[in-house]
């Protein structure tokens, strides 16, 4: 058997999708955000809106989504990707719209944007990448940090008089009437990425359909914030994030 | 067609004009003295007509991204607010100006700064034409006097936008926005077809065609020498601009021995001045600029030049007042007369402050 | 021609629609016109004044320090604009509520008893009708014609039928004047 042989099209058990183009990635190690744009990628070539989908991209690690997932994008000023969204998707009602936003530029500085979207049932799907810190900005605390995390602003540990509670963003956003879908999910064991896959294609099935606004928070490790190896973040994550972050879905109409 | 015409108060006619050139979008945010314009489009319903998009956002700053959002996605979208409001929409108008995407804004002044009056003003000259929100940029200022430019500067902005590609602001004040006038309604545009935006905005992200690559819509670029590349490309828009879309107005500047330079409602309480000094025998001309950027520095620098002394009127403390010194250079006396807080002065004030500060018997 | 016109009073006498009733009646014969009025929380109760300037040129300011007529419906206005009637001009001013009556001897002062013919119509509603038909009678800056078609054109349908009230009014504020 040579290797003619084994890339015959009848043996290949798993493909890059053709969406996913070859810029090199600027994400670290074992950061979450790869998993999670293969998925997307790969969900909008199976379901063929390639050419009906608009991303915006946030502020944040992911602020350059657009280098890697090879459909049109917009990027959006920190916390402001909702908005946008909203204006894209009632323009062109039947395009896919969907955002990518990390846990600073979703549940801070843009949660008015967030929940207004959302309250009024825009037809846009939320990906909300929460890995507690603040990647791009050199490991801050974020508005999901956990209380007694370590981060660069919060050099002692997050404390509720300093700093306040962890914010839940999900289970406000699934109080709202407006939104149709809202799920917790992660990446970090190939079966937690099938159950995220399917949520984000529910997702975008609901925005095609428009049957109002989908979110999907993605719990997610950052070891270069986290001062962790891939693999301890994984475990960090499991026994401290899912206490707080509870996987599963909040809101399924 | 007949002529439509109608009588409407500035404010009213933005929100139909809006319709009539064939907006595809208004986001906008209640806010004293415009938030008739809001009003008039929700009493239009243009949905139910031409299919335009209007919608109430949850503040200033989620109204402009939402016009950055449809801009990037090669729609005739505006927005309107009056100063506090733009205020907060300037970091978005920034990221739209450095996305090289055409928008109309308009501000309906009110006196400030802070929260401020209600009442007219003019005090957001140097955030309208020096900036305002960060970064080297600038955006196209037309400046209405009258209810029928507030309609006709809506159609003029957004072709002016498209063609250079930048953001265009209608600076208004309280005056105009609430003072109703006779207005000719133009015929309605048609909106562009989904079509026609992807020929006429090949950059637009309204999702990809098999025949060009992703369109992305950024004003990120981390490689400092590409962004100087940018900024100089920006640059060099603005020399455009300037060189082809400089406009103004005049009233008795052939004769005249003094002048007056105001913009806005003022140069028409200014005109006045003008028509009761002419009866005194005293030759006042006026120039208007109706583009405040970019500034008519010439005509400006030329009219002055054969006058005796040049008094510029504003509602405000003193900010057109330096382009006006920069083009006329120190070859002829410039002073500044301004009212503060909302107040609009009379044509007989404007009248004794020139007296008093120009006029040499 | 041209007629420069303000209508002060209390918010709620109408001032400001019947301003817009005589710049829509100025539009009806082809004329340029302003109506500028003094606008934000004054509105709600207190004094509302409007500027209305109908012309057969184009108009500057749409802001005035003086006035060809004033019309001035409560004493504040009255105390207020007296004083910025043009020499020879016309002030008009109903004497329910004055206690201070007019004293300038070069203008033309009509005393026009509005709020006493409304109450005797029973209709609150003409008041401002009234003082715009002693206006026309004083000042036929625009024919009664023309603020009829105005009105016809300027209300919705459904209101059409109160026009025929609004012309009596007119005309009672026009018999008014002696």
Sequence with gaps: MDINDIIKPENQVYKKPALLNDNYMHYCPGCSHGVVHKLVAEIIEEMGVGEKTVGVAPVGCSVFAYNYIDVDWIEAAHGRAPAIATAVSRLYPKNLVFTYQGDGDLAAIGTAETIHAANRGENITIIFINNAIYGMTGGQMAPTTLLGMK????????????????????????????????????????????????????????????????????????????KLTPEQSNKWMVEHMFEKYPMGDLKNL | ????????????????????????????????????????????????????????????????????????AGKVVLTSSSSPGISLMCEGLSYIAASELPALVINVMRGGPGLGTIQPSQADYFQATKGGGHGDYHFIVLAPSSVQEMCDFVGLGWDLAFKYRTPAMILADGVVGQMMEKVVLPPQRPRHTDEEVRQRCPWAAM???????????????????????????????????????????????????????????????????VELARKEGIKIGIIRPITLWPFPHDEVKRLASKSKGVLVVELNAGQMIEDVRLAVNGTVKVEHYGRLGGIVPTPDEILDAFKEKIYQK | MKKEIIIAGFGGQGVLSMGKILAYSGLMEDKEVTWM??????????????????????????????????????????????????????????????????????????????????????????????????????????????????????????????????????????????
């Design chain 1, 151 to 226: 981060t660069a602003t919060t050099p002692y540990g997050r404390r509720v008089d300093l700093n306040g509670y962890p914010l839940k963003i999900g289970d406000i956003l699934a109080q709202l009437d407006g939104t149709c879908y809202v799920t917790r999910q992660s990446v970090h064991t190939p079966a937690a990425v099938r159950k995220a896959k399917a949520a984000i294609k529910k997702a975008f099935q609901n925005s095609l359909d428009r049957k109002g606004t989908s979110v999907v928070e993605i719990v997610s490790t950052c070891n270069s914030g986290w």
């Design chain 2, 1 to 72: 067609m007949e002529k439509e015409i109608r009588l409407m108060k500035g404010n009213e006619a933005l929100a139909m004009a809006a319709i009539r050139y064939g907006a595809d979008a208004y986001f906008g945010y209640p806010i004293t003295p415009q938030s008739e314009v809001l009003e008039t489009l929700m009493a239009e319903q243009p949905w139910e007509t031409t299919g335009m998009v209007v919608l109430q956002a949850e503040s200033e700053v989620s109204s402009i991204n939402m016009v950055y959002g449809a801009a990037a």
């Design chain 2, 207 to 273: 999702g990809r065609t098999p025949d060009r690559g992703r369109n992305v819509v950024t004003s990120l670029e981390l490689d400092s020498a590409k962004m100087e590349v940018n900024n100089e490309r920006f640059q060099a828009t603005y020399r455009q601009i300037e060189a082809n879309e400089v406009r103004f107005e005049t009233y008795g500047t052939e004769d005249c021995d003094y002048l007056i330079v105001a913009f806005g409602s003022i140069a028409r309480i200014s005109q006045k001045a």
């Design chain 3, 37 to 178: 009025p003094a606008y934000g929380p004054e509105q709600r109760g207190g004094t509302a004044n409007v500027t209305v300037i109908i012309s057969e040129e184009k108009i500057s300011s749409p802001i005035l320090n003086a006035y060809d007529v004033v019309i001035a419906l409560n004493q504040q206005s009255l105390d207020k604009f007296e004083c910025k009637v043009k020499p020879g001009g016309i002030l008009i001013y109903d004497n329910y509520g004055i206690h201070h009556a007019p004293t300038r001897t070069d203008i033309n002062v009509y005393n026009v008893a509005a709020m006493d013919a409304s109450l005797e119509m029973q209709n609150s509603k003409s008041y401002n009708m009234i003082i715009l038909g002693a206006l026309l009678k004083v000042c036929p800056v625009v024919t009664l014609e023309s603020v009829l078609l105005g009105l016809k054109k300027s209300l919705p349908e459904r209101h059409h039928h109160l026009i025929p009230m609004n012309e009596q009014a007119i005309l009672k504020g026009m018999e008014l004047i002696k």
